[in-house]
């Protein structure tokens, strides 16, 4: 019999884990009898109970052993472990990946780095910040305001990485002036990291991505034990507040746009709330842009 794909088990143990860590039986439905629980989240036969399995069938899905398991049981885990679209995919991802035999040679797709003429006009011709990125947070295209937007990324990567695209993860990680530029760190910090972890649920075997994550994990202490949390998370839409080395507060609505025709490809774009601070100061960084596109970020990163 061939043996378990060993990474995919680890990473479908401790998936399961930490998500059965962070549910309270009170949050579950459960009752609690006796004052001597040991652990705040659920026991494995509490988890076994909500899914409808046996324990020790859970425990043998716990340990990573996932050969032949149903989408039924997957179901009753996702329900019993209250896990998201993006948690839910994830887990579905791990087990499959676990249950292939060690050996096989992997089919890799590396991150996408081509951008499409196409794609450019399409950015050029947004009145909004818009850029363009990969599943690895390099951002391989923006149009004139996106590139003022995060001219801190830019100046990072021309000190730090010269010849290689700007990396929204490397500044968050490894650049002292990213808690300045996100107001709220935490938060930004903890979506890149769950959004790195949907990327490795969906290619484990992409080089690039491993010798990101490697190279954070031994930089950042940060990075490493947000990493260890195995959060995962899409990140498609929301609310991002920046504090931007010129126009200062910026509070800006934000949508993601997945490439159909580039995998793995997504573009980012911004606006700002009709009549706020934040378009005037948008406005403001426009005007800018507009006087001398091929100088704005030189002349924003040495503004006083």
């Given at each position: 019999m061939?043996?378990?794909?060993?990474?995919?088990s680890n990473?479908l143990?401790?998936f399961?884990t930490?998500?059965?860590a962070?549910?309270?039986p009170?949050?579950a439905?459960?009752?609690i009898f006796?004052?001597?629980?040991?652990?705040?989240g659920l026991r494995?036969e509490?988890?076994?109970?909500l899914a409808g399995?046996?324990?020790?069938?859970?425990?043998r899905?716990e340990r990573?052993?996932a050969?032949?398991?149903?989408?039924?049981v997957?179901d009753?885990?996702?329900?019993?472990l209250?896990l998201?679209?993006?948690?839910?995919?994830h887990?579905y991802r791990?087990?499959?990946?676990a249950?292939k035999?060690?050996?096989r040679?992997p089919?890799r797709?590396?991150?996408?780095k081509?951008v499409?003429?196409?794609?450019?006009r399409?950015?050029?011709q947004?009145?909004?910040?818009a850029?363009l990125?990969?599943?690895l947070?390099d951002?391989?295209a923006a149009n004139?305001?996106?590139?003022?937007l995060y001219?801190?990324?830019?100046?990072?990567?021309a000190?730090?990485t010269?010849g290689?695209?700007?990396?929204?993860?490397?500044?968050?990680?490894l650049?002292?002036?990213?808690?300045d530029?996100?107001?709220?760190?935490d938060?930004?910090?903890?979506?890149?990291?769950?959004f790195?972890r949907a990327?490795?649920?969906h290619?484990p075997?992409d080089?690039?991505?491993?010798?990101?994550?490697?190279?954070l994990?031994?930089r950042?202490?940060d990075?490493?034990?947000r990493?260890?949390a195995?959060d995962v998370?899409?990140?498609?839409?929301?609310?991002?507040r920046?504090?931007?080395?010129?126009?200062?507060d910026?509070?800006?609505?934000?949508?993601?746009f997945?490439?159909?025709?580039?995998p793995?490809q997504?573009?980012?774009?911004?606006t700002a709330?009709?009549?706020s601070a934040?378009?005037?100061a948008?406005?403001l960084?426009?005007?800018?842009t507009?006087?001398?596109?091929?100088?704005?970020?030189a002349?924003l990163d040495?503004?006083?």
């Amino acid at each position: 019999m061939a043996a378990k794909n060993d990474s995919s088990s680890n990473d479908l143990r401790e998936f399961l884990t930490t998500r059965r860590a962070r549910i309270t039986p009170e949050q579950a439905g459960l009752s609690i009898f006796g004052a001597n629980r040991r652990v705040s989240g659920l026991r494995r036969e509490e988890v076994a109970l909500l899914a409808g399995i046996s324990v020790e069938y859970y425990i043998r899905l716990e340990r990573g052993s996932a050969g032949g398991v149903s989408d039924g049981v997957l179901d009753g885990l996702v329900h019993a472990l209250q896990l998201d679209e993006a948690e839910r995919d994830h887990l579905y991802r791990l087990a499959r990946s676990a249950a292939k035999p060690a050996g096989r040679a992997p089919r890799r797709t590396p991150a996408k780095k081509r951008v499409r003429p196409v794609v450019q006009r399409i950015l050029d011709q947004m009145a909004m910040p818009a850029y363009l990125r990969n599943g690895l947070f390099d951002v391989l295209a923006a149009n004139d305001l996106g590139r003022a937007l995060y001219s801190p990324l830019y100046e990072h990567a021309a000190i730090h990485t010269p010849g290689r695209p700007p990396n929204s993860a490397r500044f968050c990680f490894l650049d002292p002036t990213a808690t300045d530029f996100f107001v709220d760190y935490d938060k930004s910090a903890n979506d890149c990291v769950a959004f790195l972890r949907a990327t490795a649920g969906h290619d484990p075997y992409d080089k690039d991505l491993s010798d990101l994550v490697g190279e954070l994990s031994t930089r950042s202490d940060d990075f490493r034990r947000r990493w260890a949390a195995h959060d995962v998370g899409y990140h498609r839409t929301g609310r991002k507040r920046l504090h931007h080395p010129l126009v200062g507060d910026l509070e800006l609505d934000f949508e993601a746009f997945e490439l159909a025709g580039d995998p793995g490809q997504r573009i980012n774009v911004y606006t700002a709330p009709p009549e706020s601070a934040s378009e005037e100061a948008l406005n403001l960084l426009a005007s800018w842009t507009t006087r001398d596109p091929a100088t704005t970020v030189a002349h924003l990163d040495t503004k006083d």
